[in-house]
Nanobody
Framework: QVQLVESGGGLVQPGGSLRLSCAAS????????MGWYRQAPGKERELVAV???????NYADSIQGRFTISRENGKNTVYLQMNSLKSEDTAVYYC?????????????????WGQGTQVTVSS
């Protein structure tokens, strides 16, 4: 299995900043893309941002210009710098990693999720 451990959530005032981190661990795997999703109460989980090994990024329209995703390929770690936070950014943020893992002699795709970290934006 590929396990993801998230950190960095918390309570912040509107206009403030937070930085989320997520590290992937396991054996015999190769990550192709890592990203962040979020789920607010009563809403479906939605994409926030994703980054590929090659550095290509994709952001949700709602966070464009405020959030930045980055990664350290050698450490299989992804970060989400969140600036100018708004109350509507309040949600549980989930890390996701996709790639391939070696099972015996065969590479198979994997899609792993972290347990989530709460981000609350409130005065």
């Amino acid at each position: 299995q590929v396990q993801l451990v998230e950190s960095g959530g918390g309570l912040v005032q509107p206009g403030g900043s937070l930085r989320l981190s997520c590290a992937a661990s396991g054996s015999l795997f190769s990550v192709e893309a890592m990203g962040w999703y979020r789920q607010a109460p009563g809403k479906e989980r939605e994409l926030v941002a994703v980054i590929t090994t090659g550095g290509s990024t994709n952001y949700a329209d709602s966070i464009q210009g405020r959030f930045t995703i980055s990664r350290e390929n050698g450490k299989n770690t992804v970060y989400l710098q969140m600036n100018s936070l708004k109350s509507e950014d309040t949600a549980v943020y989930y890390c996701n990693a996709r790639g391939k893992r070696l099972y015996g002699v065969q590479w198979r795709p994997f899609d792993s999720w972290g347990q989530g970290t709460q981000v609350t934006v409130s005065s």
